[in-house]
């Protein structure tokens, strides 16, 4: 479902003379349906850097990212465009969204972008809320004052409303107390046995250790640098 092959990235420092850094280099991976990998690595190893090329954020400069029939590496913006809306599914740390927007529609987006009637859509987005413990009283409200542990909630509703075939998962259970973490993992464990190709970075150890059938470790894709 998700084929990382061969992949090289740089970057250019353009304030800094426009120095090219070269941060990885033969990344090579594949997630199969139903299969959570994690990547691992000390800070700095370009966890998020290749959870950025599969996304389609940062340019690959060499070798090719492949999510489903999409050949995200070359692709125009309308392809990843495309992507995101119904294969690819992305929870970061941070929550950014439009200011106020109230948080229902905020999770019912994905669905209605869909074509799922409004309705259907935020029955959906009532549903996940209430099970991520996020109060009634919020819905109508915009999430940009929230706290942090509640917008990474709602930021899980928003990935979890539709299936996605394919998920990329930046430390999902970083600001949650014990019962919401135990709820978002088991969010995982359901879109993995409904046949979800996953690619988290946790620091959970423990959430890592239960969900993920392997791991990555990126530093094997780091550039030996000349001393
Ligand atoms: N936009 C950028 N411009 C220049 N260098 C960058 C950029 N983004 C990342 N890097 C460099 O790429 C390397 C990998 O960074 P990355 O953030 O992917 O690491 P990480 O493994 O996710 O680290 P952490 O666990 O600390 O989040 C680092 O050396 C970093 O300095």
Known sequence: MIEVNNVAKDF???NQG???LRVMERASLTVAPGECIALTGA?????STLMRMIWGNYRTD????????TEVSGAEPRRIIALRRATLGYVSQFLRVVPRVPTLRIVAEPLLNLGV???EAEARATELLTR???GESLWGLSPTTFSGGEQQRVNIARGFIHSYPALLLDEPTASLDAANRETVLGLIEEAKDRGA???GIFHD???RDRLCDRLIDVTAFTPVRAA
């Open 197 to 199: 190709a996953i690619i």
């Open 62 to 69: 060499e070798g090719m990212i492949r999510v489903g029939d």
């Open 117 to 119: 009637p409004e309705d």
């Open 43 to 47: 800070s700095g190893a370009g966890k």
């Open 18 to 20: 426009g120095t090219v």
């Open 205 to 207: 150890e423990a959430a």
């Open 12 to 14: 250019t420092l353009h």
């Open 132 to 134: 991520l413990k996020i």
